[in-house]
């Protein structure tokens, strides 16, 4: 685990800013308490002792920025009026059943760690995120984005920024950065392709989709499948994600465009899942988790160390050489050298 974990939000920065610029009171208050996020831990009580099972537990912030706020739904609870609440507790567990049926892991830090949540977090909060701690919802505005807790590879996403930061421990800048945030829409995707059971084929390889609000047009935050094509709307702009290499993004805003040049490295693991073809969870999964987790990936890896990673771990895992071929040919697609 890392020393400082980078506090991780959904919704990028540059999203926000441009909302806020046009007046949107929502993205310029959500701004500042991300600003406030990212200089102080906001977590009130230290992350509980691990169990050999799910634990989940389910917190209401009542449109305070306190947390963890009032407890109101525990493990083995059943539903309880608030839908919120009940879709944060299904997508903690359908993370958790992702990892530890897919690769034996034991939660997010694979000793069992308890799994904590708060909704309702501020008032039309636009953005969720992982702070080192717990899951953080807020409910969205209603005009531009709507619940958080409503889409399960958001939640997916956030959890395996946890993942992350048990693991590799990928710096929060630049291209470590970027592969920091396309890891969390891999498994954040993976998330929702296993709980629906689907194949890499019948995937939308969307991250958000449905958070946007009705008008918005839009079908997501970002497009695995198409790169830079999640959006186009006037208030939001255009998604400005690259698929390759030679369109990366040089910029100083969103720690050096983290969230925008993880379309590249997100495109690759499509097109390798896509290849392969059959559940992505499994083959393409399972080799973007062995280079996560392989103990020798440097926290500073740009895309050539990560992709030279994916190529080592298919060769360690896959006697066949045709499927660590399918890494360095889907590497290749997007011009990141596996050499």
Partial sequence: MTAEPPLCAIVPPYVLDRLAEDGHEPAARSLALDAVHRTARLTAVPAQPGSTRLERVVCDAGHTQRLPGRTVRREDQGPVPDQSVNQAYDGLGATFALFADAYGRRSI???????????????????????????????????????????????????????????????????????????????????????????????????????????????????????????????????????HLRDYVHTAQDNGGVHINSGIPNHAFYLLATALGGPAWERAGRIWYDALTGRRLPADADFTAFARATVAAAGARYPERAVADSVTAAWAKVGVSTA
Wanted: aromatic share 10%; glycine share 14%; hydrophobic share 35%.
């Fill in 109 to 243: 830090d694979d000793r069992g760690l308890r799994l904590d949540a708060t909704v309702h977090y501020g008032r039309s909060y636009d953005n969720a995120f992982w702070d080192g701690h717990r899951m953080v919802f807020g409910d969205g505005d209603g005009e531009v984005f709507g619940d958080f807790t409503a889409c399960v590879d958001v939640i997916g996403h956030e959890l395996t920024h946890g993942v992350t930061q048990f693991t590799a421990g990928l710096e929060y800048q630049g291209q470590p950065g970027a592969l920091n945030e396309s890891v969390s829409d891999v498994f954040g995707s993976l998330v929702k392709q296993y709980a629906l059971r689907q194949d890499a084929a019948d995937a939308d390889w969307l991250i958000g989709a449905g958070l946007l609000a009705p008008g918005v047009q839009g079908v997501a935050l970002r497009s695995m499948k198409a790169p830079g094509t999640a959006y186009d709307d006037p208030r939001l702009g255009k998604d400005p994600q690259p698929a």
